[in-house]
Structures are given as structure tokens and as C-alpha cells.
């Protein structure tokens, strides 16, 4: 009795799961291209760092106006 398969011991099921196989590759494909197009709009550490950069610069500024701004007016109301 010869106890090797030659028919690959699937049972005819190899066509429906290759052809399951290939249409997941095709949606994962797809779901890769719209990360591809997503990843495209991300923030980079350099953007990042030039955007905290402006913040905290605009930040100092506005501390510091305010702080002049409340001298004078200190100035002005107990000068």
C-alpha cells in the first residue's frame, strides 16, 4: 500500500483557499496604497520641532508683552 499523497492531501480544496489567498493580497494592497497616501500628510520630527519652536517663541513674546504692558499700566494708575 503506498502510503504517499501525491494530490497535495488537501482534498480538492486548494483552489477556493488560493483564490481566498489572492483576494486578500489584493485588499491588502489596497489598504497599503491609502496608508501610503496617509503617511504622506504625517507631521515629520522636523516639522515638529519647527512648530514648537514658533509656538514657544510666540509664547515668550506674549508672556513678555503682557508683563510690559501691566508695568505700564501699574506705572500709570500708582506712578
Same mark, same amino acid.
Given at each position: 500500500? %503506498?502510503t504517499?499523497?501525491? %494530490? &497535495? &492531501? %488537501? &482534498? &480538492? /480544496? #486548494?483552489e ?6 489572492? /483576494? ?5 494592497? !489596497?489598504? =497599503? $496604497?491609502? #496608508? $501610503?497616501?496617509?503617511s504622506?500628510?504625517?507631521? $515629520?520630527?522636523?516639522? #515638529?520641532?519647527?512648530?514648537? /519652536? +514658533?509656538?514657544t517663541k510666540?509664547?515668550?513674546?506674549t508672556? !513678555?508683552?503682557?508683563?510690559?504692558? +501691566? =508695568? +505700564?499700566?501699574?506705572?500709570? #494708575?500708582?506712578?
Open positions: 500500500m %503506498d504517499t499523497r501525491n %494530490d &497535495g &492531501g %488537501d &482534498g &480538492g /480544496s #486548494l477556493p483557499r488560493v483564490a481566498r489567498l489572492e /483576494s486578500d493580497v489584493m485588499q491588502i494592497k !489596497i489598504e =497599503l $496604497t491609502k #496608508l $501610503t497616501t496617509r504622506e500628510e504625517f507631521a $515629520t520630527k522636523g516639522d #515638529l520641532h519647527k512648530e514648537i /519652536s +514658533a509656538q510666540w509664547l515668550a513674546a508672556i !513678555i508683552g503682557t508683563a510690559g504692558l +501691566a =508695568l +505700564a499700566v501699574a506705572r500709570y #494708575l500708582f506712578g
